[in-house]
């Protein structure tokens, strides 16, 4: 039985929160929980909580060994874009995007 955990507007790139999401693809939960906690990047933390609301979604549902949960999948999508402005030589200003996330993680029973 599937389960889902979503978290929205992260502030943080899509781009970099794919690179830690890609780390905990396919590991069981504790491989996942103990490789996102020590990668050493923002987005590890981000997905670390959001891996822990995941499990206590699949404690809360019922009907789902725990222990047996595995990553099935980790997507991240583009959120709104922030745009700010800095001022620049000449009187001209150059465009800031603040981009966000939005992210969801699915688990799932091994067989």
Do not use: W
């Amino acid at each position: 039985m599937e389960v889902r955990a979503k978290l929205k507007f992260a502030r943080i790139t899509p781009r970099k929160m794919r690179l830690v999401g890609d780390l905990a693809k396919g590991l069981s939960v504790g491989k996942a929980q103990s490789q996102l906690r020590f990668c050493g990047k923002r987005g590890g933390k981000l997905l670390s909580t959001l891996l822990d609301s995941a499990v206590a979604n699949a404690k809360e549902k019922g009907g789902v060994d725990v222990d047996n949960l595995y990553v099935k999948q980790v997507l991240v999508d583009n959120g709104p874009i922030l745009k700010r402005f800095i001022p620049r030589a000449m009187g001209r200003a150059t465009p800031i995007l603040k981009k966000m996330s939005h992210v969801t993680i699915v688990l799932d029973e091994a067989r």
